[in-house]
């Protein structure tokens, strides 16, 4: 009987620790420390586009500015294109972005864009002309005690850049 609860003290103790121990990386989040995450639309490829339905793939890049890794545990989008509503959603891709480093990542979009297709599939037909874009949206961020990183970008993507020879 003596051991026994003598082994859930000890067990308890360990426990104790260990979760004390992993939090303490999560420390440099809550204080001033932690920058947020940069997060930037650099192409949109045309899969299939059909009158009714398209697909698209977005490729997102995280830039980390900071001193530790950034676990993303996922991405809530809306991206407007030439200044028609693209795409909204949720993606659940689960990544760790290195210290001062960055990752890039392809979201599959399927759409119904009927009355604004032709703009949209013209513009990225043009490989050397810039495509301005929106993105709005939030990157949740660590894997216990995370937080949603909210964000606005206005840029360009140059559809050309992006294109395998």
Request: no cysteine; charged share 10%.
């Given at each position: 009987?003596?051991?026994?609860?003598?082994?859930?003290?000890?067990?308890?103790?360990?426990?104790?620790?260990?979760?004390?121990s992993a939090l303490g990386g999560c420390s440099s989040w809550s204080s001033g420390d932690f920058k947020d995450p940069e997060v930037r639309l650099v192409n949109v490829d045309v899969v299939k586009a059909r009158l009714l339905e398209q697909h698209f793939m977005l490729r997102f890049r995280i830039d980390n500015p900071n001193n530790f890794s950034l676990p993303v545990r996922g991405l809530d989008y809306i991206v407007h294109l030439?200044?028609?509503?693209?795409?909204?959603?949720e993606s659940?891709?689960?990544f760790t972005v290195p210290a001062h480093g960055h990752y890039s990542f392809n979201v599959p979009v399927r759409t119904n864009l009927w009355r604004h297709l032709r703009q949209i599939v013209k513009a990225l037909d043009r490989p050397d002309e810039p495509i301005p874009y929106r993105l709005q949206g939030a990157v949740k961020t660590g894997w216990l005690f995370g937080r949603s990183v909210h964000m606005s970008r206005n840029g360009e993507i140059i559809p050309g850049n992006y294109l395998q020879e």
């Open positions: 009987m003596f051991y026994q609860a003598q082994t859930i003290r000890i067990l308890s103790l360990l426990l104790f620790f260990g979760l004390s030439n200044q028609v509503k693209l795409a909204e959603g659940n891709a689960s």
